[in-house]
């Protein structure tokens, strides 16, 4: 079965900073825009980034932007999302996603496999 796994998550002061990691079972991520999402309990899942198959193009949620940035290492076979500032709105379940395609959007809707999530918390 392709899923993916995350890891990274944690407990994290607010201006902190963590390094989230999405990495494949069963597949290769190099033909795969990834994105990641997340979900705060009570609130609908969101996105938050994506990046292209060639590492290339990025894209970021505006409550993000300038904060976070999304990189893969294709060699490695894994995309990283480091999280700086960190904010206590910024706590929940993140979860990277796979769409096979260059490109993607932060329309969960479009995407092929899922990670099970990881917690985030953002709290002094």
């Known amino acids: 079965q392709l899923q993916l796994v995350e890891s990274g998550g944690g407990l994290v002061q607010p201006g902190g900073s963590l390094r989230l990691s999405c990495a494949p079972s069963?597949?290769?991520?190099?033909?795969?825009?990834i994105g990641w999402f997340r979900q705060a309990p009570g609130k609908e899942r969101e996105g938050v980034s994506w990046i292209s198959s060639g590492g290339d193009i990025t894209n970021y949620a505006d409550s993000v932007k300038c904060r976070f940035t999304i990189s893969r290492d294709n060699a490695k076979n894994t995309v990283y999302l480091q999280m700086n500032s960190q904010k206590p709105e910024d706590t929940a379940v993140y979860y990277c996603a796979a769409r096979r395609a260059v490109i993607a959007t932060l329309n969960l809707n479009q995407y092929n496999y899922w990670g099970q999530g990881t917690q985030v918390t953002v709290s002094s």
């Open positions: 069963g597949f290769t991520l190099y033909k795969y825009a």
